[in-house]
């Protein structure tokens, strides 16, 4: 029912930006709409963490790591959620993964690498 596609990765500098999205262009509306949406990431060596998300009853949740650096975001009139983010490090480094959660069940994109390097 969710099928989760994401865009944006790549090389950066430490200090950059970088957006990314995730769309979902054949999930039904209304289940995108009550779906719980967010990302994770998996550093080399790391276990895949929670980065930020969107729980179905609104507000945001971040990892302490990334709060005041990230921005979760969605827009439901395109299926899409975003993650800004900006002030990179070299930690920050990770395959990003689109993850959402409906009816009892987890949906994972097929994830975005995000290397900060110089």
């Known amino acids: 029912q969710l099928q989760l596609v994401e865009s944006g990765g790549g090389l950066v500098e430490p200090g950059g930006s970088l957006r990314l999205s995730c769309r979902a262009p054949?999930?039904?509306?209304?289940?995108?709409?009550?779906?719980?949406l967010g990302w994770f990431r998996q550093g080399p060596g790391k276990q895949r963490e929670l980065v930020a998300e969107m729980p179905t009853g609104g507000g945001t949740n971040y990892a302490d790591s990334v709060k005041g650096r990230f921005t979760i975001s969605r827009d439901n009139s395109r299926k899409t959620i975003y993650l800004q983010m900006s002030g990179l490090k070299p930690e920050d480094t990770a395959v990003y993964y689109c993850?959402?959660?409906?009816?009892?069940?987890?949906?994972w994109g097929e994830g975005t690498l995000v290397t900060v390097s110089s």
């Open positions: 054949r999930t039904i509306t209304s289940v995108f709409n009550t779906a719980t």
């Open positions: 993850h959402g959660r409906w009816s009892g069940r987890e949906y």
